[in-house]
């Protein structure tokens, strides 16, 4: 067989189905997919899609003629074993598929709470549509909610429930919000917005019990002794890669299933792109595994190029948004490792960047409504440009002129 079978139809799986048919790829494209809905936007599931009441459809990447015109095939099923000597997926209906390629998109999946009462009903998770439409039908206003963990989905999870009129308590171990992924500037910030909107943050704490009545939640304890009486609690406490069917078939893994630069694993005829891929990325010098759209979708390109005769080194610029209630958050780069910040713009009017600097390098740019320095950033570090600190910090100096 000279065919590829894709595992696993989110942002990655589909982009490169899709993107291999655009490439003039000619043999057959099984894209497995293991949820029950066409494959679907991940973003809007704690934005507008929590908010709204807009249906499933609105999230879908394509209608279902779109794979059936473009000859991809769409079989609802799970990879359940790879046998990589005879080059066959066994899907989990017991039927099994020859590959000429395999590609793992297996994405992630929620790291579950470990503690007492934890599967209890009122207890939720927010990574697929599912869970999104499900969560949607429960929050009412006046309801009180306890959302474990201050990152991006935590966080987005929160500011709309808080405009729905719950009553939001969010605990987070770090010492800020968002620790592991912005800058203490951008930190701050979003604190103090979600605070003025009437959002309690709980810093340097941990949940170290969910209190019931029978089968009904009634509220967490924290490490500090605190009890915060509730009545839903939402768990956004990071995701874990799926890197089981890879290490099951003998190829190395870790933090994520390990390619190199290619996006290739140790089996030349196999490749893992998208949130559980772990990759040789030049731009950083070492392993990445990041989770993101900007990831899946330019991974998924890179692939497509590579089977369809253009092979090249992945080396997609990271970026990434989040919106929270009325603030829109966006970041080029990568901010790791920086030493010094320079804020551009203006702090108290809700609209300035952090321009990340290691020495006189500029790493990466983290912007709250200012979406021009975002996309400078794309274009500028995309472009492998640098600006001084002192550009940055001078609200005289024109961006552009650095783009010429
Ligand atoms: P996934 O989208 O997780 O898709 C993997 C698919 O593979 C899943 O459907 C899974 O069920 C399936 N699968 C796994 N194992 C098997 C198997 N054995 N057989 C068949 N199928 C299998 N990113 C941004 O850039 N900006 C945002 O604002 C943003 N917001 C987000 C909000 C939420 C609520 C969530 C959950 C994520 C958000 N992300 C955001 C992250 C982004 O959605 C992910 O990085 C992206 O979905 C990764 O794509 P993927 O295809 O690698 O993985």
Redesign the pocket.
Known sequence: ANGVII?????????LAASLRQGGFAERIVL????GHL?Y???????AYLKGTGGPDSLMFRPEKFYHDNRIELIT????TVDRNARKVA??SGTSLDYGHLV??????NRLLDIPNAKLDAVRY???LDE?EALREVVKPGMRVVVIGAG??GL??AATARGKGLEVDVVELASRVMARAVTAEISEFSQSRHTAAGIRIHLGVQVTGIEADGAKVTGVSLSNGTHIPTDLVVVGVG?LP?V??AAEAGLPVASGIIVDEHLSTADPDISA?????LYASRRSGGSLR????????D??RCVAARLTGKTEVYDGLP?????QGPDKLQMAGLTTGYDRVVVRGDRAQGAFSAFCYKGDRLLGIESVNRAGDHMFGRRLLGAGGSITPEQAADPGFDLKSALR
């Open positions: 595992v696993g139809a989110g942002h990655a799986g589909f982009q497995l997919n293991d949820e494959p936007q991940r973003p809007p599931l704690s934005k099923d799970r990879a359940h899907l989990a793992f998109a297996t994405g992630a999946r927010l990574r697929t999104s991006f989905i987005e999870f995701v799926n089981e069917l792109i998208g949130d559980c891929a990041l989770e993101s759209v900007q990831n899946a979708t991974h998924a970026w990434f948004w989040s919106d």
